[in-house]
């Protein structure tokens, strides 16, 4: 999370604020009228001491029983009244205010779904879901409470010294005398309190990371028995969030006591010059009575000074750090020309478009490769002389009807926050793979493969260089269409808290009950069935009440449901069982056939899904062939293949069958390399 924030002595809490005004705008109608009747209100309680000035002057001076019930009357409809209006005002904001909240939140979430995931990395998830929670609930109560009351406090408390003037304007003097010292004494409190605000904030978005790590990975904790170290570590923060609470309570009680000690003697000796006046026989009694009464009655605008502002700064506070995500900019499809053919738009992922896009692929290769079967997975000669006349350069896979597949030319990546000095993730990647192929990407751990997946969908944008999808430069779509054309398996599945079919069909818009019962075969999802409420069961939090295979194998499915024209797989089958892979190898190749894939490979049996393979080393694309040909010709490709850091390894991989199979029996290539 960026650390940098605006310091408290040039932050402008005004202008912090103000940044709200969009949002209360459609509202402001409300929110005027209830400032207006609650400015009425204060007004209608400054008329009370009026009126017992009256009845000390009037009927009781005059011993009228009648006149002094009559005054009663009077004081009981105003309270009435008073009571009634402040009543309206808080009708009147707070369906509006809890409006502004919803629609806050709804443009905070949006705008997160539209953020980079660069953003994602860097900013923890607590820090996020605080901003979501705890500010916007602080910035509806300011708007309904504080915000009016700023407004009407300040009215009453000049309305009130008016009339305290015209009353007696020397008593008047007196009261007024303690502004000066409270203006002072204020302003350090905002300054300081503002600070102290924006610290606590912070360590509530800290916390709530931490609470959210330990439930997530309560699993985790409990297997390695670490709950007292995590438990240490939660109490930790929250001893250090008690401490700035309570700094802030100490700051808080500081103003409360000079704002409630300074008036408070003002109106004491007030009280003691009226007295002498009124024996003196320069006042009336009556007017002592409405003075000081007018003068109590503006004690809580005066003592809720404190509390106002301590709000105001609570949301200011608020406010900055909810734009500070809000101000983040989101991704933006700044389209350009196109840099190829245009003739393969595509639409989305839907299943007639995904038979258009796999055509060239699967029809070709039914020529030759027909005999890939799900039981010995087997390419035939054809699917060999393909690849070999695809080593000089010439697609042996006939016919593409202007489709250019996957292009990579001159790509270089590196991360938005790396320095600018360091080396790039990804150098000068060059690799073309052609409509209909399956490209496996293998490299040792940290060599850039899944960040080269990454770059395909534009999760990141490529530093340098150029990527295509039949001749289209995927700058040059909107990610909308790049998303709707490719579907993404990562190597961590990632399963919502809802129904298994829902989870599945996330992959495509407008998939049915077909494309999802295909799906889940493809993927050998077959348990959902067996589920309580089958495909419409729900999977819970992240998915954890299923198995991690279980998890994979949804996530496979709701990569294929669209029948994508383009395939990246991050190492989907790492969680799935020996017999389970095989059965799913096996249905995942008719998929390949139809599509342009490029899938991640640890092992072999995953390798063999591929056409070809391209070997990744330091960020570079350091050899491309078949996976025979770098078994043999490249010792680094042979040593990830097996597992060893000797030179040996090859024997631990046959030479391809006499009758031209490139792959054996699914089952025994597995026994043979574990």
């Not at 009126?51 to 105003?78: E, N, S």
């Not at 192929?437 to 770059?455: F, P």
């Not at 790049?482 to 399963?495: C, H, K, N």
Request: with cysteine; charged share 20%; proline share 5%.
């Amino acid at each position: 999370m960026p650390e940098k924030h605006v310091d408290p002595k040039d932050r402008s809490t005004v202008r912090s604020l103000l940044r709200l005004w969009p949002y209360v705008r459609p509202v402001r109608g409300r929110l005027f009228s209830a400032a207006m009747v609650a400015v009425v209100a204060s007004c209608v309680g400054l008329v009370i001491p009026l009126v017992l000035k009256w009845m000390v002057d009037g009927p009781v001076a005059d011993r009228d029983p009648g006149g002094v019930w009559l005054g009663a009357l009077y004081l009981l409809l105003l309270g009435l009244a008073e009571a009634g209006l402040f009543g309206l005002r808080r009708w009147l904001v707070a369906r509006p205010m809890a409006g502004v909240e919803a629609a806050m939140r709804a443009d905070l979430y949006r705008h997160l779904q539209r953020l980079p995931v660069a953003f994602h990395d860097r900013w923890p998830s607590g820090q996020l879901l605080s901003r979501a929670t705890t500010d916007l609930m602080l910035l509806r109560m300011f708007l309904a409470f504080p915000l009016i009351f700023l407004l009407v406090n300040g009215t009453t408390i000049l309305v009130g010294f008016v009339i305290l003037l015209m009353q007696q304007w020397t008593l008047g003097l007196v009261l007024l005398a303690p502004v000066v010292p409270l203006v002072v004494v204020c302003s350090l409190f905002e300054t300081k309190y503002s600070a102290v605000a924006r610290r606590a904030q912070d360590q509530v978005g800290d916390l709530t990371t931490v609470v959210e790590e330990s439930v997530l990975g309560i699993r985790i904790i409990k297997g390695f028995g670490r709950h007292r170290s995590q438990a240490r570590a939660f109490r930790a923060l929250s001893e250090r969030l008690r401490e700035t609470e309570l700094g802030k309570a100490r700051l808080l009680a500081g103003i409360w006591a000079v704002i409630t000690t300074v008036p408070e003697l003002a109106i004491g000796a007030a009280l003691v010059l009226g007295t002498i006046q009124v024996a003196d026989g320069g006042l009336s009694a009556g007017t002592l009575v409405a003075f000081l009464s007018t003068a109590l009655a503006l004690r809580w605008p005066i003592e809720s000074i404190g509390f106002l502002l301590a709000m105001s700064q609570e949301s200011a506070t608020a406010t900055e750090r909810y734009f500070e995500v809000m101000d983040v900019a989101e991704e933006r499809d700044e389209l350009s020309e196109p840099t190829g053919p245009t003739e393969a738009t595509g639409p989305t992922k839907t299943a007639g478009a995904a038979d258009e896009a796999g055509t060239a692929g699967a029809g070709a290769r039914t020529a030759g490769a027909g005999a890939r079967t799900a039981g010995a997975g087997a390419r035939t000669a054809g699917a060999g002389a393909r690849t070999a006349g695809a080593a000089d350069g010439v697609p042996a896979d006939g016919p593409t009807d202007g489709r250019e597949g996957m292009v990579f030319e001159g790509v270089e990546f590196r991360y938005p926050d790396a320095d600018p000095g360091s080396a790039p993730v990804l150098s000068r990647i060059d690799l073309s793979i052609r409509p209909g192929e399956t490209m496996a990407l293998v490299g040792a751990t940290g060599s850039g493969k899944t960040t080269l997946t990454a770059l395909v969908p534009r999760l990141y944008e490529a530093t340098a260089g150029r990527i295509t999808l039949d001749g289209r430069d995927i700058a040059a779509m909107s990610r909308q269409e790049l998303r709707g054309l490719v579907s993404v398996a990562f190597e961590e599945p990632t399963l919502f808290s809802a129904t298994v079919g829902e989870n599945v069909l996330m992959g495509a818009d407008g998939a049915g009950q077909d494309e999802l019962r295909r799906a889940l075969a493809i993927a050998q999802a077959d348990f959902v069935h067996d589920l309580p409420d089958g495909i419409g069961t729900q999977v819970g939090e992240q998915g954890l009440s299923l198995s991690g295979g279980q998890r994979q194998r949804l996530a496979l499915a709701r990569a294929v449901v669209g029948r994508p024209r383009f395939l990246v797989l991050d190492d989907p089958l790492s969680a799935l069982d020996v017999h389970t892979e095989a059965l799913v190898e096996a249905a995942l190749r008719q998929v390949l056939e139809e599509t342009t894939a490029i899938v991640v490979a640890h092992r072999p049996s995953t390798v063999m899904l591929a056409d070809r393979v391209a070997l990744l080393s330091e960020g570079r694309i350091v050899a491309v062939g078949t996976h025979q040909e770098l078994l043999r010709g490249n010792a680094e490709y042979a040593r990830l293949m097996s597992g060893d850091d000797d030179d040996t390894e090859q024997d631990a991989f046959p030479d391809p069958p006499t009758d031209g199979r490139l792959v054996p029996d699914v089952a025994a290539e597995k026994d043979r390399t574990r």
